[in-house]
Nanobody, 121 residues
Framework: QVQLVESGGGLVQAGGSLRLSCAAS??????MGWFRQAPGKEREFAAA??????YYADSVKGRFTISKDYAKSTVYLQMNSLKPEDTAVYYC??????????????????WGQGTQVTVSS
């Protein structure tokens, strides 16, 4: 049974940092990503890692870093220089096989339960 368990969300002031973790189990994955959903908005792509290559949304590029610890089967999202507009529920996603549409929700087969990130101004 596949499980993705996120942790690390919380409340932080603007300019601060947080690190999200996603512990994956049940199988191996071709790609993993982070998406986020702000109140009243659609879920959007934030970052992904396919093999060793990383990808970012323009809105987080230069501030967020996605990485993977293969030994721990855990993916991280280091978030620096946080802004109030980064406030959202952050979801971990995983694909059994890496697909070209890794920036889309349809590019993933499994989802975590989400973790809240709130950035105060």
């Amino acid at each position: 049974q596949v499980q993705l368990v996120e942790s690390g969300g919380g409340l932080v002031q603007a300019g601060g940092s947080l690190r999200l973790s996603c512990a994956a189990s049940g199988r191996t994955f071709g790609a993993m990503g982070w998406f986020r959903q702000a109140p009243g908005k659609e879920r959007e792509f934030a970052a992904a890692i396919r093999w060793s290559t990383t990808y970012y949304a323009d809105s987080v590029k230069g501030r967020f870093t996605i990485s993977k610890d293969y030994a721990k089967s855990t993916v991280y999202l280091q978030m620096n220089s946080l802004k109030p507009e980064d406030t959202a529920v952050y979801y971990c996603a995983a694909a059994a096989v890496s697909r070209p549409n890794y920036r889309d929700l349809e590019g993933y087969d499994y989802w975590g339960q989400g973790t809240q990130v709130t950035v105060s101004s």
